[in-house]
């Protein structure tokens, strides 16, 4: 293994990192900052473009969270959330490619509430490495938690 490859998989485990710690924190633009600017999030096939078009969908499923911690009888008004990912998988394709598998679990004020996988495209802006294509598939939810609402919201039942 080269040097630039084993730069560019660190480089991606901090991306992963950063992303899910200002996340959870509520710090939008420093999660922002895992995404390239033409980054593409796509949940469950529907594909959202650009960097400022991905905040607006993270900016709606945080008031989302606050409705929920405040409907949901927690103790507190604002969400308690937790994103752990693990066993992340790098393939590093070349100088400028990488990409990355991964499953994450969602923890929230009552426990477990969701989880699922995250399959990443990475790109290379100067030194950094970026988030080019986030897929995400929830593949189950705690029944009555936030994400089972979600998704029965978006008619996806079944959690």
């Given at each position: 293994m080269e040097l630039w490859e084993l730069v560019a998989r660190e480089e991606i485990r901090s991306c992963?990192?950063?992303?899910?710690?200002?996340?959870?924190?509520?710090r939008?633009?420093?999660?922002?900052?895992?995404?390239a600017e033409d980054?593409?999030?796509?949940?469950?096939?529907?594909q959202t473009k650009g960097r400022d078009a991905i905040a607006a969908i993270f900016r709606d499923a945080g008031r989302g969270f606050v409705r929920y911690a405040k409907t949901a009888g927690t103790p507190r008004d604002v969400p308690v959330l937790k994103h752990f990912t693990s066993t992340l998988?790098?393939?590093?394709s070349s100088p400028t490619e990488a990409h990355a598998s991964m499953y994450y679990a969602v923890l929230m004020y009552h426990g477990l509430d969701h989880w699922g996988r995250y399959v990443d495209d990475y790109k290379p802006v100067g030194?950094?490495?970026y988030i080019a294509h986030r897929r995400e598939f929830m593949?189950?939810?705690s029944v009555g938690g936030f994400g089972a609402r979600?998704?029965?919201?978006?008619?996806r039942g079944g959690f």
């Open positions: 992963v990192a950063r992303y899910n710690a200002a996340g959870d924190a509520g939008m633009d420093d999660m922002m900052g895992a995404f980054a593409i999030m796509e949940i469950d096939g529907e998988d790098i393939t590093v030194d950094r490495w593949e189950g939810a979600h998704m029965a919201e978006m008619g």
